[in-house]
């Protein structure tokens, strides 16, 4: 029998206190925490002096690219990107070539990611407007993706006619990219010839944001069917579900809408743009009171990452989406360091909520019983995001020369370290996340 035993680390326990002690773990599960264990058959002591241990993140909302779109990013380095930064599990959606929009497109992600993935993985099934009985039984699957603007081909699902029969059929969650698809097609002729990345934010304006927010929200009242919203990025959205949203629809936030803003492009340029677009920075504020608040659920990286070389092409030319996952947790960390939210709250937002809303079982908190999914982060020392040092195989971050606190020393995969001291092991890998019905 594997075991582990974690010595003398400050462990974030589920009522939000903390207990400087160990923690007992075997055959992938936690089975003890303690002020002091005692176990003489271990097979790995780690002395966690110092050290936070969180549970491991749950990123709701990634791309990793592959199959199709490997040049960009592919389920091991992506899945690298994610030990690195103590991701232990994530969501990924379904605009890969070929697209995950049947039984058998899924099955080859699952196989590929059984093959490469370092931590655990869990795929949405993509809408399209002629695949309604592959969404009622794709299996397993996290939920249902619409893209109701920003796609384009089978993708894109933007009329209400279309969307509705989506709606009204089957039970599981569904995700939506809220966008108006005619605003943006029409802004976008308002605006063409307009080379300046930062017109982005203008074309794909908040209207555009709050009118498809509303239409998915309509629709879910209709049908009293379970709805989350997708990286909410306006302060009017969040004003709106502050009034309107119901107990059965939840949505999140990405950390760039949180901390990056239309002052970001005079930064980084196109490296900035992404679809929803980054807002003023009046939006990061109303966003921020909306997280503490509890009106938005939790927090999901968006991780959509692209070459240098084609984000060098200029806009319109340059592609939307940027990397996340392996800076996530210390950003959050680092502003919880700086009392604008805590670190309960971090990982509520990080960890439980993702794993509630999306009825993953026996992930998210550290109790015993619970799958060993874990981080060891040190919060007492500051490091810069360096491009040197990222996994992604795209090679940058927004975040680049931040200085962050909250890094990862050690992730924990199932009981297996999958990430130490700035080494990853590459032999683990992940299982495929089941969803509660």
Request: charged share 20%.
């Amino acid at each position: 029998m594997t075991s582990l035993l974690i010595r003398h680390s400050r462990i974030f326990l589920p009522d939000g206190e903390f207990l400087i002690g160990d923690i007992l773990i075997k055959e992938g599960k936690i089975v003890q925490i303690a002020p002091e264990i005692t176990e003489s058959d271990v097979t790995t002591i780690i002395d966690a002096t110092g050290l936070t241990l969180l549970p491991g993140v749950i990123d709701p909302q990634v791309h990793f690219r592959e199959p199709g779109l490997e040049h960009k990013e592919d389920l091991f380095t992506a899945s690298c990107a994610c030990a690195k930064g103590g991701v232990t599990s994530f969501l990924e959606m379904p605009n890969t070539r070929p697209l995950t929009t049947t039984q058998t497109t899924l099955d080859q992600k699952l196989h590929l990611a059984s093959q490469k993935c370092l931590v655990n993985y869990g795929f949405f099934i993509g809408a399209t407007a002629e695949n309604l009985p592959d969404l009622l039984t794709a299996n397993p699957v996290c939920g249902i993706k619409i893209f109701m603007g920003s796609s384009h081909g089978a993708l894109l699902v933007s009329q209400e006619s279309e969307i509705e029969p989506i709606f009204a059929k089957g039970d599981r969650l569904i995700a939506v990219h809220a966008e108006d698809q005619a605003r943006i097609l029409q802004r976008r002729q308002e605006f063409a010839g307009i080379t300046d990345p930062a017109i982005h934010s203008q074309i794909q304006d908040e209207t555009a944001a709050l009118n498809a927010t509303k239409l998915a929200l309509k629709l879910s009242e209709k049908y009293q069917r379970r709805l989350h919203i997708l990286h909410l990025s306006t302060g009017i959205e969040a004003e709106f579900l502050r009034e309107h949203k119901p107990s059965w629809v939840t949505t999140e936030v990405t950390p760039q809408h949180l901390l990056l803003n239309t002052e970001t492009y005079k930064k980084i340029g196109t490296l900035a743009q992404m679809n929803p677009p980054l807002r003023s920075p009046e939006n990061n504020q109303v966003l921020w009171q909306a997280l503490l608040d509890g009106v938005i659920d939790f927090i999901a990286t968006d991780h959509a990452p692209h070459t240098l070389e084609e984000k060098a092409k200029g806009y319109p030319q340059s592609p939307s989406g940027m990397p996340g996952v392996e800076t996530s947790l210390p950003v959050m960390l680092t502003q919880a360091m700086a009392r604008k939210c805590s670190i309960a709250q971090v990982s509520h937002w990080m960890s439980y909520g993702p794993a509630q809303a999306y009825k993953i079982a026996n992930k998210g908190l550290i109790k015993p019983g619970y799958d060993a999914d874990l981080v060891l982060v040190d919060l007492d020392n500051y490091h810069p995001v360096l491009r040197e040092e990222l996994q992604t195989k795209c090679g940058w971050s927004p975040f680049e020369g931040w200085q962050l606190t909250g890094w990862p020393v050690i992730t924990i995969v199932g009981g297996n370290i999958v990430y130490e001291k700035g080494k990853l092991n590459t032999e683990v890998r992940g299982k495929a996340l089941q969803f509660g019905s």
